[in-house]
């Protein structure tokens, strides 16, 4: 064996290494998240500014931690040029950070909403729908991570469909709050909070449902633009075009 092979041997074992420690702080991150859904939602439903305050001020540092892992994703780019699986695991934390980072802002989002609607009694009915899209979109944001962890194609691919339900939920939400307006028992100010703040939490199970498809990406090298390039390419070459 020449001194190149051990060297070489060495340069990837070190490569492998980052990859592993990309991964754990991607999923160190996701958990942040994970937890921060309920906190913000207790935060809502008690009244609590001094936990409000305290979720604004634990973004900054996952904004921080988002900022460095993303540098460390691009030079690991530049500077090793991984190829197949590797690129798409690189390629997929890349987009994933974004995700990650853009969720925590929505529950710092809900936050802010709690604060900014302090001192009002929100309904029961509404209170139970919080409630409940609080803990479909903890649910969704674990699911994610499952899937990124154990690299689990099917449990990405699910996650889609178990996004309806908090579809399902938030309308009715948006509906009672219409209805609470309506009747009187809820100002126009605090129905907009609500409303705006219910769109919180199904944007950040929008996020999941991309996580599970970068997920996806990762393991099969699959994304859901293929199935539009598929349709548009028979259609250039004049073939009927498939379902999907």
Known sequence: MTDVEPANENVRKN???TLEE?????????????????????????????????IIDDDDPLDARAVELEETCYQ?????????????GIVTAIRMIAEIER???????IAKGARRIFGTEIPARLRGL??????????????????????????AAAIDDLDDRLDNIHRDY????FRANHDGDLPVQVAVQLALIGRYYERIGDHAVNIGERVRYMVTGWLPEHTGAARDAARRAGEPPSGG
């Open 130 to 155: 919080i409630g409940q899209m609080g803990d479909e979109a903890t649910k969704l944001f674990k699911v994610s991570l499952d899937a990124y962890i154990d690299g689990d194609a099917a449990l």
């Open 103 to 109: 969720s925590g802002d929505l529950v710092v989002n």
């Open 174 to 177: 948006i509906q009672e709050i």
């Open 22 to 54: 990309i991964r754990q702080e991607m999923v160190q991150m996701a958990a942040l998240v994970t937890e921060g859904i309920p906190r913000a939602t207790e935060t809502l439903l008690s009244g609590n500014l001094t936990e409000a305050q305290q």
């Open 15 to 17: 490569f492998h290494q």
């Open 76 to 88: 690991v780019l530049a500077l090793q040029q991984p190829m197949a699986s590797d690129l798409r």
